[in-house]
């Protein structure tokens, strides 16, 4: 591990604030840019947060040093179990947190993936070739641009929303594209776009209302 930084110490009303600017972290293969910030260090709960970015890496590698549950504790059993697994750019990230004991890290921001993968709904459909930008928001992902394989549909334009909720993870998607080819999943004719729409109550990956544009 190398990197650098400049840090300011900024006075605050009752303590110092240190800020660090110009953060710069190689971890392995991953280059990490930024600058955090620390406060309330004379204070019995100090805390924390690193704005962080880094270039497209191996989902797997940018979880080594950013791990899935700082995102919600559902998180890891979720991307296990629905093999998930792309290519991942950091656009803006911050973590916080603070030295109190116990304390879970959180983490927002956004994230662009391509070459993504997953299988979707208890039938676990394929989704493959998959690209969009996860914004990453307090107990959800919000995914929009949304492009690839679905099962038997070539989307574009499409979004979800993941919740995560006490019951488990919670998915609404609303999917725009065509057929392949020969595919005879839908009823609108191969070729014709489409959009449908999917919620959790058709978590098997079904297709719960469908509207033809010609």
Request: aromatic letters at 4%; a negative charge; hydrophobic letters at 45%.
């Given at each position: ?17 240190v ?87 959180s ?7 391509k ?37 038997t ?6 979004k979800?929303?993941?919740s ?34 999917v ?16």
């Amino acid at each position: 591990m190398s990197g650098h930084s400049h840090i300011r110490a900024v006075p605050g009303v009752a303590v110092d604030d240190v800020v660090l600017s110009d953060l710069s972290a190689n971890l392995e293969q991953l280059h990490l840019t930024g600058q955090a910030s620390l406060s309330g260090l004379l204070t019995t709960q100090p805390a924390f947060a690193v704005t962080i970015a880094a270039p497209p890496v191996l989902m797997s590698q940018l979880l080594k040093t950013v791990p899935a549950e700082w995102i919600h504790p559902q998180l890891p059993v979720v991307m296990k179990d629905r093999e998930i697994d792309g290519i991942v750019e950091m656009v803006s990230a911050t973590v916080t947190g603070s030295s109190v004991e116990g304390t879970q890290l959180s983490l927002t921001g956004e994230f662009r993936v391509k070459q993504g993968q997953a299988l979707i709904g208890q039938s676990r459909v394929p989704a493959k070739d998959l690209s969009a930008v996860v914004s990453v928001e307090a107990g959800r992902l919000k995914i929009s641009n949304l492009s690839g394989l679905y099962g038997t549909i070539h989307m574009s334009e499409s979004k979800a929303l993941v919740s995560f909720l006490e019951t488990g993870p919670w998915i609404e998607m609303e999917v725009v594209g065509t057929l392949t080819a020969g595919s005879t999943a839908m009823t609108s004719p191969a070729g014709l776009e489409s959009r449908w729409y999917v919620d959790s109550t058709a978590a098997a990956g079904e297709l719960a209302m469908c509207s033809t544009r010609g």
